[in-house]
């Protein structure tokens, strides 16, 4: 599978980019927490080169924490990036970035005459509006839950001690490896309407039950046919599809005739997970990205 996801906003925005890099200081680049590796552009790795780096991992409030911290150890490189994790929503949680920046520029001439100028990148959805308006103080960016809000680069000033230039988000020409997709359409990052929710909703169910196999039969209290709490193990197809029918009739989700609305049941499943309802989860480990994940097309 490829899946195809370049709106034309976004090749302007990698021609902005790299003519806006030579103005700025440093980068600091968003992930989201959950999934740093496929919440990564490789491309913007490949247009920042060469500039100290302040990464950022985003939403780390619902991010598996032990997780999240070999996340931010694989990452972090020498004097010139460093990774933290942060909540976007919770000021004190970036309080150490301008120092953590200024600290990245250590040893420039002009760090103690000036603000640093930093260029904030990131795939849509992993936050950077919200960031900017949090260490604002107020609001500079627009900011939503979905892909795609900020169009345009802007300049805003933070602090004495810092400056950002915000960009709109740029992700793949295409999704080649099947799994970046998937991750990156569970969190949000990409339109639903670019995989069926049902596919999403399978193919979180069945790394859910090989990671968190307590989260989901908890959560939705799920029991097998003998009435009894259903047991873990390798979850097939076609038990995702029964648990999704479960999870349906638990919360009354049922449609005319009495019949469970399975697409409803995925889109709250898939609703609660994003926004940490269901717990703290991670979604790539950081020795074995892939670890849990398998990617489930749903037959026609």
Request: proline share 4%; charged share 30%.
């Amino acid at each position: 599978m490829s899946i195809q996801w370049f709106p034309g906003h976004m090749t302007r925005t990698k021609k902005l980019i790299r003519e806006n890099l030579k103005k700025v200081d440093m980068v600091i680049e968003i992930l989201d927490a959950r999934a740093p590796l496929a919440s990564r552009n490789p491309l913007l790795g490949e247009l920042t080169q060469g500039k100290p780096r302040l990464i950022l991992l985003n939403k780390a409030d619902l991010a598996d924490p032990v997780v999240t911290d070999a996340w931010i150890r694989k990452l972090s490189e020498g004097n010139s990036i460093k990774a933290i994790a942060v909540n976007s929503r919770n000021k004190r949680s970036l309080k150490s970035i301008p120092k953590e920046c200024k600290g990245l520029c250590k040893g420039k001439k002009w760090v103690n005459r000036r603000p640093v100028r930093a260029m904030i990148v990131g795939i849509p959805n992993v936050g950077k509006s919200t960031v900017i308006n949090t260490l604002a103080g107020k609001k500079k960016a627009a900011a939503a839950n979905k892909p795609g809000v900020t169009k345009d680069m802007q300049r805003v000033p933070i602090s004495q001690e810092i400056q950002i230039l915000d960009t709109p988000g740029i992700l793949w020409h295409k999704f080649d490896d099947q799994l970046v997709g998937l991750k990156l359409a569970t969190l949000g990052s990409i339109k639903d309407a670019v995989l069926l929710i049902d596919e999403i909703a399978v193919s979180a169910l069945r790394y859910l039950n090989s990671i968190y196999p307590e989260i989901v039969s908890s959560r939705f209290k799920l029991v097998d046919d003998k009435g009894e709490k259903m047991s873990n193990g390798d979850l097939q197809v076609s038990d995702a599809h029964i648990i999704l029918e479960q999870i349906a009739r638990n919360r009354g989700l049922l449609v005319s005739g009495g019949e469970a609305d399975k697409e409803r049941a995925a889109r709250l499943l898939i609703k609660e997970l994003r926004d940490g309802i269901i717990g703290r989860i991670s979604l790539e480990d950081s020795k074995d990205p892939s670890r849990g994940w398998e990617f489930t097309r749903e037959e026609q």
